[in-house]
T-cell receptor, first 116, second 112 residues
Framework: GAVVSQHPSWVICKSGTSVKIECRSL??????MFWYRQFPKQSLMLMAT?????????EQGVEKDKFLINHASLTLSTLTVTSAHPEDSSFYIC????????????FGEGSWLTVV | QKEVEQNSGPLSVPEGAIASLNCTYS??????FFWYRQYSGKSPELIMF????GDKEDGRFTAQLNKASQYVSLLIRDSQPSDSATYLC????????????FGAGTRLFVKA
């Protein structure tokens, strides 16, 4: 089946630095990818919709200047957490839409971010 | 604000029993409905999707959809301890943007 890969799986960074997370669709082209954040024992919260070749659409309350999203190709979207703070520590998950399979959405493995 | 509601549980069932998970949603325009399973510390994995009213069966899993009542359910037959996880109900909005909203999830424990 379709595979969506995220990298890195785990990252620890110092407060004030920036971290980039990659999301790749490995065997299909994804014109739309989604970025979610999940705090422990809470549900996935949609942060933004990433569209290939255009600006991302951010959900209400999500700072677009802090969470930079780039979707430069049909198989890659990146999320950069800028000037990270400990409260940004979370599980970040991407998903990608496969147009060829009834628009089914597949999730990446997720990336654990810890800001110290 | 579009919402997807689930009972957080935990729902505890004995091995071999039927587990019934329920979900309601607020957006009447929603067209696609999904059930995901999420193990602790892992990303969600798709179990089933359903688009039409009625039942859809896949192995031990049956999804049920009632758009008039804005209600989706998942039945797990012959529950196994390995089914113990959090089950997320997800609803794709009807705007064509493929945005998917998730419920908070129901924790299921299957006792051996």
């Amino acid at each position: 089946g379709a595979v969506v890969s995220q990298h890195p799986s785990w990252v620890i960074c110092k407060s004030g630095t920036s971290v980039k997370i990659e999301c790749r669709s490995l065997d299909f082209q994804a014109t739309t990818m989604f970025w979610y954040r999940q705090f422990p024992k809470q549900s996935l919260m949609l942060m933004a919709t990433s569209n290939e070749g255009s600006k991302a659409t951010y959900e209400q309350g999500v700072e677009k200047d802090k969470f930079l999203i780039n979707h430069a190709s049909l198989t890659l979207s990146t999320l950069t957490v800028t000037s990270a703070h400990p409260e940004d520590s979370s599980f970040y998950i991407c998903s990608a839409r496969d147009r060829g399979v009834g628009n089914t959405i597949y999730f990446g493995e997720g990336s654990w971010l810890t800001v110290v | 604000q579009k919402e997807v509601e689930q009972n957080s549980g935990p729902l505890s069932v004995p091995e071999g029993a039927i587990a019934s998970l329920n979900c309601t949603y607020s957006d009447r325009g929603s067209q696609s409905f999904f059930w995901y399973r999420q193990y602790s510390g892992k990303s969600p994995e798709l179990i089933m999707f359903i688009y039409s009213n009625g039942d859809k069966e896949d192995g031990r899993f049956t999804a049920q959809l009632n758009k008039a009542s804005q209600y989706v359910s998942l039945l797990i037959r012959d529950s196994q301890p390995s089914d113990s996880a959090t089950y997320l109900c997800a609803v794709r909005d009807g705007t064509g943007g493929f945005k998917t909203i998730f419920g908070a999830g129901t924790r299921l424990f299957v006792k051996a």
